[in-house]
């Protein structure tokens, strides 16, 4: 049957989607994005893509894609995580198997900003600086309307708009996110200037874990470009845009907000600046070669997160109003899976939303059995993320099961 798709939230999830159901043959696909441009608001910088968040892109990706995002992804040896107190005394760290070792073409990690970039190469009917308002149904069609006060009509709406997804906020009022009492901040420091800092060499390429006995939390995270992107660009795919770059850390300093002391109110409101003198300060018995890092970090790139998560995760029901991602499965990014499942998400709704098209099964069939799917696989992301988060962090509001 023709199908048309109304695709609300132009991030990884929406894009991966709308790239699997192109490699489908389902062309009547349309992206809205409320961004302005691919550039958009700070999301994060560094991803990790777990093994099952690899398959996903391969799954959705055309070959050129693919080979793009390996080129431009983190060059790290498998070192696993190492963890630390705020001395650099070892601590115990849990282990995480990766099958995929060191292959050459491994994407184990990517920068975001370069992740869009690749989702969006090849992509038509991608409409930015669009904000949705609100959905109706009609008969057997689907109305989407937006704040420039346009309307598109489709068979299908799906939810990828985000932990604030307004499609969710209409569907779901009395939806509130588990709040885990954790505050952070995210930062991006560049990494040669981290290293001529005195960071240590034994922390340079892996994925450091440090916590404090004051109650802060540091997660560090390299991201070492195979290729820059755009010589990366130049060499596979030229017309696709990429945004300089350079080698880096992100940094993610999380604290409850009982030790933090700072009401939300203030916290939210402060300045790249602020943050990073605040995270000097609260830092200022730490070891000198983790301080050096703070130091240098991009005041600009700085910014004030509070942790959430979903639980539980349920399915939005038989209408023709999908969700993923975020808008149904947010998770804390302790884990490191929360794109990994909206990958997971993108890559079994193009397959199911692709039956459909080819008259093998009724959109109800193929809605219900996804949302199935992702229940379960995204029930069990949550879990491992508060976990980490409970042993990270010692205190959470939330507590995983056991």
């Not at 802060?216 to 945004?243: H, I, K, N």
């Not at 203030?266 to 130091?295: C, I, K, N, Y």
Request: charged share 25%; aromatic share 6%.
């Amino acid at each position: 049957m023709p199908l048309r798709i109304i695709i609300i939230g132009g991030g990884i999830g929406g894009l991966c989607l709308a790239q699997g159901l192109k490699q489908a043959g389902v062309d009547d696909v349309h992206v809205y994005e409320r961004d302005a441009s691919p550039r958009g608001r700070m999301q994060g910088y560094r991803l990790r893509i777990s093994p099952e968040g690899e398959s996903a892109l391969r799954d959705c990706l055309p070959r050129r894609a693919q080979d793009l995002l390996a080129a431009t992804a983190n060059l790290r040896h498998e070192l696993g995580l190492a963890a630390y107190d705020e001395q650099l005394n070892p601590q115990w760290a849990p282990e995480f198997g990766d099958a995929r070792g060191d292959a050459p073409d491994k994407i184990d990690a990517v920068d975001r900003m370069t992740l869009r970039r690749v989702l969006l190469a090849g992509l038509d009917g991608v409409h930015f600086d669009r904000r949705f308002t609100r959905f109706e149904q009609v008969g057997d069609q689907v109305v989407a309307h937006f704040a420039d006060g346009g309307s598109v009509t489709g068979d299908v709406l799906v939810a990828a708009d985000g932990a604030g997804s307004q499609v969710r906020r209409q569907l779901r009022p009395d939806f509130r996110h588990l709040d885990l009492g954790v505050r952070a901040i995210l930062s991006r420091t560049p990494r040669a200037a981290a290293i001529k800092a005195g960071l240590p060499e034994v922390l340079r390429d892996r994925f450091v874990n440090v916590t404090g006995a004051n109650g802060l939390r540091l997660a560090l995270m390299p991201m070492v470009f195979r290729d820059t992107p755009r010589e990366a660009a130049g060499r596979l795919w030229p017309e696709v845009e990429m945004d300089p770059a350079e080698d880096y850390y992100m940094s993610v300093f999380s604290v409850h907000r009982d030790v933090l002391g700072i009401p939300d109110t203030e916290f939210l409101s402060m300045t790249g600046e602020q943050l990073r003198e605040l995270v000097l300060e609260r830092t200022a018995e730490w070891h000198p070669d983790l301080r050096g890092v703070f130091a240098h970090a991009e005041a600009a790139e700085t910014y004030p997160l509070t942790l959430k998560a979903t639980v539980p995760v349920e399915p939005w029901g038989e209408g023709r109003v999908i969700p993923l991602g975020d808008a149904v499965h947010t998770m804390p990014p302790t884990g490191g899976v929360g794109a990994n499942t909206a990958l997971r998400d993108a890559s079994v709704l193009s397959r199911a939303l692709a039956a459909v098209a080819r008259g093998e099964v009724s959109l109800e069939d193929a809605a219900a059995g996804y949302q199935a799917e992702m229940v379960r696989y995204a029930t069990e992301a949550i879990e491992m993320s508060l976990k980490i988060a409970k042993w990270s962090m010692r205190k959470i509001d939330v507590e995983p099961e056991a």
